[in-house]
């Protein structure tokens, strides 16, 4: 039984009544479709942009919090979950059943991110002694895999002979954005290595970039997101604990992740999503303190005055989707007037009676 959820108000907006509730996971299938997911096993769909959420929440895994989705349709996703234990799950009928597609229950387990691409999964996770987490590779068979392994402890000189760890590392588990499929047999991800922000690029046995991102040292501090459209790519980050702060927050790459150069001006503090338009062109990132853009490939950004409290973004077509906490729940947003509605108020504020604009 689908349990439907009503369209709340003018902005295709909905929250649950907790607020302990919140969403990390989000993936858009078409200009109407997404999927979102979150803490207390909760799974969402909507097929009608945004004005009715209908359920798809896995039964008997209400104590999940499952950060991270991919949809491939309205009716197949893969959800994956964060905490205390590691669960991949997998529906093909809108979350009527889902199957466990893999799990690990091994202490120290944590599970970060995926990414799909075709039959192609990537797992990353916080490193556990003596043992790696696993990169799946997904045949034409729903519940048949090939198990290759990816470290995520491992030495940047070794990641070509097998991976053998050496430096302990990890990832932010913050909006399923720190690995991304870039080709067919081509990935990057950012883990954190010795305390340092690093991006890794290349195939499945051999990275051929591998830089150190200019984020601070600090307290759960570092990159916790980042995006490639081409050989630009911006990674976001902060410190969690510090959501107010701006300094290093973000950077951007225009050589495909070789160089990666500080922002000039940083958006408004941290931030753990990002993602841009299919040109490129456009660039929002989102935090629990507002949401900002850029329309320079992310070198300069400024403050959307109203979007506070997400988690994650994702652009889609001419839309703009973000997902956080319960008392903002979830949104989506004409893009471009969206920006246009900001500038118009800028102008508005700087002009020296307040005129608004004419056209």
């Not at 009544?17 to 999927?35: D, E, H, L």
């Not at 841009?276 to 935090?287: A, E, H, L, P, Y």
Request: proline share 4%; with cysteine; aromatic share 12%.
């Amino acid at each position: 039984m689908i349990m439907r959820l009503p369209f709340f108000f003018f902005i295709c907006f909905y929250t649950l009544f907790t607020n302990a509730q919140s969403y990390r996971g989000m993936s858009v299938t078409g200009r109407n479709s997404a999927w979102i997911s979150g803490s207390k096993g909760m799974v969402l769909r909507t097929v009608n942009g945004g004005k009715n959420w209908d359920s798809m929440s896995p039964k008997s895994f209400s104590n999940k919090d499952f950060r991270d989705i991919h949809a491939f349709s309205r009716n197949h996703a893969i959800i994956l979950s964060s905490g205390d234990s590691g669960v991949v799950l997998e529906t093909f009928n809108a979350g009527k059943t889902w199957n466990i597609i893999y799990q690990d229950f091994r202490k120290g387990a944590f599970l970060d991110a995926l990414d799909v691409r075709g039959n192609k999964i990537i797992l990353v996770g916080d490193g556990i002694p003596a043992e790696p987490m696993y990169l799946r590779i997904r045949k034409k068979k729903a519940d048949s895999f090939e198990r290759k392994i990816v470290f995520s402890k491992y030495s940047a000189r070794d990641y070509h002979q097998g991976i053998q760890p050496d430096s302990a590392s990890s990832y932010f588990a913050a909006s399923g954005s720190n690995i991304q499929w870039l080709g067919k047999n081509s990935m990057a991800f950012i883990p954190i290595m010795d305390e340092k922000s690093m991006f890794f690029s290349g195939n499945l046995q051999y990275a051929n970039i591998k830089k150190r991102m200019p984020f601070q040292k600090q307290k759960a501090g570092g990159a916790y997101g980042f995006h490639m459209s081409g050989k630009n790519g911006v990674a976001v980050g902060g410190s969690f604990y510090k959501p107010n702060e701006n300094d290093s927050v973000a950077c951007y790459t225009l050589d495909g992740g070789r160089n990666w150069t500080p922002c000039q001006t940083m958006p408004s503090g941290y931030r753990s999503g990002v993602c841009s338009n299919k040109s490129g062109k456009i660039w929002i990132c989102t935090g629990p303190n507002g949401t900002d853009y850029s329309l320079d490939g992310g070198n300069n950004w400024k403050k959307l005055d109203t979007l506070t409290g997400f988690n994650v973004c994702t652009i889609r077509g001419n839309h703009l989707w973000l997902a956080g906490k319960a008392s903002v729940g979830i949104q989506r947003h004409h893009l471009k007037k969206l920006i246009k509605k900001q500038q118009d108020a800028e102008t508005i504020r700087t002009s020296p009676r307040g005129i608004p604009p004419r056209y």
